[in-house]
């Protein structure tokens, strides 16, 4: 049996901004959105981001702006030089593209006045990556798969295999463009989608739907496990820096509700959640030695007898904060460019590169409750921002913070504040932000 469309994903009243790349997947998320739109309360656009990193990409790009325009359907087309980007910050070509693809979405969602974005990930990708996140080596968080709704994302094909969507296609003569570089051996995901899952196929044809339909029950134990795991966290208690949690209640923990508490503390204070370190200080925990430590990223971990603390080490000194003024502007290891100029089109280019209202900024340090918005992404402080992006705390108050008065603007590295983006055609500032030029 063919898996569900899940259109519970999609409140009435939404706009859903649906990824098209015009292969198979998307083709078939756009038209069952559109059938959804029919007879519900929502409204559907689409963007195409073309990557220009395969000859067949205008074809491709072609292919969605006829469709769209045929269609009347409003279509936000981008692009980008994803090699240039990925050799000039040392990333691989396939993440490069991940990532440029995904702030593209964001800002097309802005343009488009969409508050979600649907993409057409379905059985066999959810598959892929349990197979993938296995081969490698991972714990019940891994098999969980592809997650079914992650901020204003949505996978509402993630129960459907390929086969349904091209089953579907067929059925109802809807063209689309196929990207060969899917089946380039050279990428891990490629092979198991193109080796390992037809061996595993031709044992169950349903295989790739069963192992999706597992991560997803799989999800529901691992937030059962993380939310017992938050409630014991919270008996942790501020210890300087750092936190301190009574060893009593890790070691009388179940020990899969224990690793994931010590995680959640070595993530509040910003000392890397590896499952090296939780079982470090679990060890800790449990030893004999009331004065043991565990030098971890970022800090350490150590007994203070009836306690074990994760602690940070010491910040670095604090810039002074002065005037952005225009023109360059060197403020540590940074650089900071302040142009006056029209806003374009778009004002956001990528998190080094915007167009701000002409205020006057300053460039400082992170302070407490500092937050940014960035694109449709809920506001987050700017300290849970630099911990997601893996920034050493000691790091955090050398990356400057561009604000206007007492609030945030922008932030190296991040990115600017939504609210903070000038209005295409209106004066603007136009700012860039490098580190170690």
């Not at 300087?240 to 009574?246: D, E, K, R, V």
């Not at 006056?340 to 089109?345: A, I, L």
Request: aromatic share 6%; proline share 7%; hydrophobic share 35%.
């Amino acid at each position: 049996m063919p898996g569900r469309f899940c259109y519970d994903l999609i409140p009435p009243g939404s706009r859903v901004l649906c990824a098209l790349s015009g292969g198979t997947d998307s083709m078939y998320l756009l038209c069952r959105l559109l059938e959804g739109a029919a007879l519900g309360d929502y409204q559907v656009g689409a963007a195409h981001y073309n990557h220009n990193l395969r000859p067949t990409a205008g074809r491709d790009e072609a292919f969605v702006r006829d469709w769209c325009g045929k269609l009347g359907i409003p279509l936000s087309v981008g692009s980008g030089d994803v090699a240039e980007r990925a050799r000039r910050e040392g990333l691989g070509v396939e993440a490069c593209a991940r990532r440029m693809r995904y702030e593209f979405l964001e800002r097309a969602a802005e343009e488009l006045g969409c508050d979600l974005i649907a993409t057409g990930h379905h059985a066999g990708d959810n598959a892929e990556t349990v197979l993938m996140n296995l081969i490698r080596g991972c714990g019940l968080k891994g098999l969980t798969g592809i997650p079914e709704r992650r901020g204003i994302l949505i996978r509402p094909m993630l129960t459907l295999t390929r086969q349904d969507a091209a089953q579907y296609l067929m059925d109802h003569h809807i063209p689309h463009v196929e990207d060969e570089s899917n089946a380039d051996p050279a990428y891990t995901r490629n092979r198991i989608r193109t080796q390992v899952l037809p061996l595993l196929e031709q044992i169950n044809p349903r295989a790739a739907a069963h192992i999706a339909a597992t991560a997803a029950r799989l999800t529901l134990d691992e937030g059962e496990l993380e939310a017992q795991a938050t409630r014991l966290a919270s008996r942790a208690r501020q210890l300087g820096q750092g936190l301190a949690i009574p060893v009593e209640a890790l070691v009388g923990a179940p020990r899969p509700i224990a690793l994931r508490t010590a995680g959640i503390l070595l993530e509040r204070t910003g000392l890397g959640d590896q499952a090296v370190y939780r079982a470090g200080a679990l060890t800790l925990a449990a030893g004999s030695d009331p004065s043991g430590s565990l030098d971890v990223s970022g800090g350490r971990v150590y007994r203070t007898y009836e306690d074990l603390v994760f602690s940070p080490k010491e910040a670095g000194p604090v810039l002074e904060q002065r005037p952005l003024e225009k023109g360059e502007n060197r403020w540590g290891d940074w650089t900071i460019s302040a142009q006056e100029g029209v806003c374009p089109p778009k004002a956001y280019v990528h998190p080094g590169e915007f167009y701000l209202k002409p205020q006057g900024y300053i460039i400082r340090s992170r302070k407490p409750g500092d937050g940014l918005r960035l694109g449709q992404r809920p506001w987050k402080t700017i300290k849970k921002l630099m911990i997601e992006q893996c920034i050493p705390r000691q790091e955090r108050p050398a990356v400057p913070v561009l604000s206007a008065g007492e609030t945030a603007s922008a932030a190296g590295g991040l990115g600017p504040h939504w609210d903070a983006l000038a209005a295409p055609g209106e004066r603007c500032l136009h700012i860039t932000m490098r580190k170690g030029e």
